[in-house]
């Protein structure tokens, strides 16, 4: 597709809401090694009841409202600090999308930016923490290249989703500064990132929807 | 571990159950007992609320009544309670004045109130902040913005309550409360461990000749483990760093809190009383307003906390103001 509408945007709820459920014992085993093993059941319930929410709101209710309705209710359920800082990244991303009906290339950059700087700003972290800033901010930094040059949304998000998947890689060399893993610092060296984890997962699932 | 419980899992909500039942003045909303409001809040003032980990009585829900704060989302034992709580007492207190935070300087808190504010930025209830930071002993001078929120913030709650009782607008109202905070300065001494209910045994430990002086109110490391010394030498070495921060000259007018942390009897906060006041004597300054007592604990951890607030006139009038809430009461001199 072109462009993620409202409708569309449903949709994508769902494919994340499935994918969350899927990888819910994944992230659960990642999670416990160095953290307290609630991050698959943060994700999966946070998703779930975000499909739930734009699906009874309806493609009426427009994009935005719907990625704030989505962002609202993810604070609501699941308020662990990754449950926030996912419920942050939709809150900042429906405010930079204000006024768009439409996610193309150059709102897909616009969002991940907001959602990431959301993330930065809410828990405080900086690049190379080993966090899922360290995902998400070479995403954005692949749309905002992919729309200067005038790419579609498709394969701009297949680039984006590759660009994760690297991103993720060199979390591993990284030492956690922050939650519970940051206690055990060196031992998370070699080990890739839960909370950068699910940012690669939101890509991918969100790349394979818009090359659907 | 002794202690009065049916089951740990259920320390913090049956706590709240005996609050109610003894304190008609407070009540909660959206059906969940941690969030604590007052049960009239009063039309068109700005609203005040506070929030964060149980195990701190009266800290932090004590404080919600007449003049002083008018919600408080609260968290399990030393846990920040969530985003959707505060928001819950957020949309109640709100009275179309807007809403103050006041709380203190923890990452689960500030995340969690932080996004409780973008939630009620969403309804269209503009909210301010103040992030109580007057605990001098965990961070330099020049990293203020790191020191962790203690005893200090019973005066930025008194300030802020007395401006937002006065009828004045939500940015009055967050610049005296901001002027509190910048003018108070904790520190603190541990002689014993806490024990968390669901944990069951002591959090640290403390030998029974040592103290640590700047210990936090969870039990965070201080600025120093030694041998026990006599009680005015403990406060003179205390008092020198909050002098060095807040200079007492002749003149100078000061409010003072000698807290308890849960385990030290009254008497012994009256002991230290003693020297503080004869430190503040022999610098010519006048210690205006004075309470002692239990203010802000740490469970049954054993040991004190000073703070000192530095009085103007403008924020003289506001710490004199008379408030009536379940833990604590104060009527016009």
Redesign the interface.
Known sequence: MDAIRADDLIGLFQSWRDMFATEREFLIALDGKVGDSDLGITMSKSFAAAYDTVAAEGAAAGLTKLL?SAG?IM??TA?S?MG??T??GF?RGAKALEGKDAIGTAEAAAFWRAYATGIAE???AKLGDKTILDVLDPVAGVLETQAASGAALAPAMAAAADEAEAALERTKTMKAQHGKAAVFQEQTVGLQDAGATVGVFLVKSMSAFAAG | MKKFLNDPANFVDEMLEGIYRAHPQVTYVNDDKRCLVVAKPKDGKVGIATGGGSGHLPLFLGYVGDNMLDGCAVGGVFQSPSADQMHEVTKYIDQGAGVLYIYGNYTGDIINFDMAAELADIDGITVKQVVGNDDIASSVVGEEHKRRGVAGIFFVYKAAGAAAANGLSLDEVTRLADKARLNVRTIGVALSSCVVPEIGHATFSVGEDEMEIGMGIHGEPGISRKKLAPADAVVDEMTERVFAELPAGAGDEFAVLVNGLGGTPKEELYILFRRVSQLFEARGSKVKYVWIGEFATAMEMAGASISVLKLDAELDPLIAAPVNTPFFAHYKA
Do not use: S
């Open positions: 704030r609202a604070a609501k308020p600090t926030t800082l419920a942050t809150l809410r828990g405080k």
